[in-house]
């Protein structure tokens, strides 16, 4: 208990003086709750890393499904990326009573006996983004399918360098399930179409742990060792923008394509450093994920294959089956930014 509450008090210390909120349950700034009994569900939303302008995204959407449906939100998470922090925000989550978690993985194997301790104490857990073993959740919320996503990024750097030369992949951790399977199917593409990829060569695979600095440094470092380097494709959006600002700064001739938000990348699609790149709305991702706690906790659904989600106005959803056996709600496809239409995303998210 004592670790627990250390770490929420660190982080909310740390966090409050960023003003950001932390591996505690932080909550939006609302009046202090009525003293009659709590009549509201308690959703809560633990995100890989609080200060990741993604995942505060998906926390608005979050947010503004739990506002809908008469249920509180609480964001959770670490500051640092690690599965460890997220541990700790799910065990406080558990000890608040909350009714259900939504978490996006920094590292599903760590996050099972956390998870498996939650379900046990009846609370309805899901996860989002980054998914969590089958076994540790009752549905996941898929953004869009990660065959998709691999392969359309390794055949958006392909016709960006006009099929042949150098490339690198920045990702984040080997941990992070999205993250693995993202590069996982960027390889299996090449390796399943030698004849489109032949002229390609993987010179490097960077881990910036989806936080900034080390991003930014491994591409700095990347530029400096692998000059040749073409394309960097960055599958993470704080990795995207940094690798995009490493090499602006380098004054490299390197492009970068990968996942990215439009507010961060706008001005680097215009200017053809990245000429473009791809995401979904993560603020549909949040909101669907709250639709998804509330229909769990009210019993509207158990997360099993033919079920139908109703999502507000983000439309009846289908429970299917995902590709480790487990259950999902595939939100849609990646869209495409480019020069054409980045800038009235940009002013979305
Ligand atoms: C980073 C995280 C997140 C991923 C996005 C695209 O913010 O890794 O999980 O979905 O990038």
Same mark, same amino acid.
């Given at each position: 208990?004592?670790?627990?509450?250390?770490?929420?008090?660190?982080?909310?210390?740390?966090?409050?003086?960023?003003?950001?909120?932390?591996?505690?349950?932080?909550?939006?700034?609302?009046?202090?709750?009525?003293?009659?009994?709590?009549?509201?569900?308690?959703?809560?939303?633990?995100? /890989?890393?609080?200060?990741?302008?993604?995942?505060?995204?998906?926390? %608005?959407?979050?947010?503004?499904?739990?506002?809908?449906?008469?249920? +509180?939100?609480?964001? !959770?998470?670490?500051?640092?990326?690690?599965?460890? &922090?997220?541990?700790?925000?799910?065990?406080?989550?558990?000890?608040?009573?909350?009714?259900? @978690?939504?978490?996006?993985?920094?590292?599903?194997?760590?996050?099972?006996?956390?998870?498996?301790?939650?379900?046990?104490?009846?609370? /309805?857990?899901?996860?989002?983004?980054?998914?969590?073993?089958?076994?540790?959740?009752?549905?996941?919320? +898929?953004?869009?399918?990660?065959?998709?996503?691999?392969?359309?990024?390794?055949?958006?750097?392909?016709?960006?360098?006009?099929?042949?030369?150098?490339?690198?992949?920045?990702?984040?951790?080997?941990?992070?399930?999205?993250?693995?399977?993202?590069? !996982?199917?960027?390889?299996?593409?090449?390796?399943?179409?030698?004849?489109?990829?032949?002229?390609?060569?993987? =010179?490097?695979?960077?881990?910036?742990?989806?936080?900034?600095?080390? !991003?930014?440094?491994?591409?700095?470092?990347?530029?400096?060792?692998?000059?040749?380097?073409?394309?960097? @494709?960055?599958?993470?959006?704080?990795?995207?923008?940094?690798?995009?600002?490493? @090499?602006?700064?380098?004054?490299?001739?390197?492009? =970068?394509? &990968?996942?990215?938000?439009?507010?961060?990348?706008?001005?680097?699609?215009?200017?053809?450093?990245?000429?473009?790149?791809?995401?979904?709305?993560?603020?549909?991702?949040?909101?669907?994920?709250?639709?998804?706690?509330?229909?769990?906790?009210?019993?509207?659904?158990?997360?099993?294959?033919?079920?139908?989600?109703?999502?507000?106005?983000?439309?009846?959803?289908?429970?299917?089956?995902?590709?480790? &056996?487990?259950?999902?709600?595939?939100?849609?496809?990646?869209?495409?930014?480019?020069? %054409?239409?980045?800038?009235?995303?940009?002013?979305?998210?």
């Amino acid at each position: 208990m004592k670790k627990r509450a250390a770490c929420a008090a660190l982080a909310c210390l740390m966090l409050a003086l960023l003003g950001l909120s932390g591996c505690a349950p932080a909550r939006p700034e609302v009046a202090p709750p009525s003293p009659s009994p709590r009549a509201e569900h308690r959703y809560s939303l633990v995100v /890989k890393d609080v200060t990741n302008p993604y995942m505060q995204r998906m926390f %608005s959407g979050f947010e503004e499904a739990c506002a809908a449906l008469g249920a +509180q939100a609480v964001l !959770s998470g670490p500051e640092d990326a690690s599965a460890e &922090g997220q541990v700790s925000c799910v065990e406080a989550l558990i000890d608040e009573g909350v009714d259900a @978690i939504a978490i996006a993985a920094n590292d599903r194997d760590v996050l099972s006996p956390a998870l498996q301790t939650a379900l046990a104490a009846g609370v /309805k857990v899901i996860s989002l983004d980054s998914d969590v073993r089958p076994d540790d959740r009752l549905v996941h919320i +898929q953004q869009a399918s990660p065959e998709v996503i691999g392969r359309v990024l390794m055949q958006a750097a392909r016709e960006i360098i006009g099929a042949e030369g150098a490339f690198a992949i920045l990702t984040t951790t080997s941990s992070a399930s999205n993250q693995a399977q993202w590069v !996982s199917w960027m390889l299996r593409e090449i390796e399943e179409k030698p004849d489109l990829y032949g002229e390609m060569t993987l =010179v490097d695979t960077l881990y910036g742990s989806d936080l900034y600095e080390p !991003s930014y440094q491994l591409v700095e470092a990347l530029l400096q060792e692998h000059p040749e380097t073409k394309i960097v @494709i960055a599958p993470t959006v704080v990795g995207l923008l940094a690798a995009a600002d490493a @090499i602006r700064d380098a004054g490299a001739s390197t492009l =970068v394509t &990968g996942l990215g938000l439009p507010s961060d990348m706008g001005d680097y699609i215009r200017s053809g450093l990245c000429p473009w790149m791809y995401l979904w709305n993560p603020i549909d991702v949040g909101y669907v994920a709250a639709c998804a706690a509330d229909a769990l906790v009210r019993g509207e659904i158990r997360g099993e294959e033919g079920e139908t989600l109703s999502a507000g106005d983000r439309g009846i959803l289908k429970v299917t089956r995902a590709a480790d &056996g487990g259950s999902e709600i595939v939100v849609g496809n990646p869209y495409m930014f480019d020069n %054409s239409n980045v800038s009235v995303w940009e002013e979305l998210f």
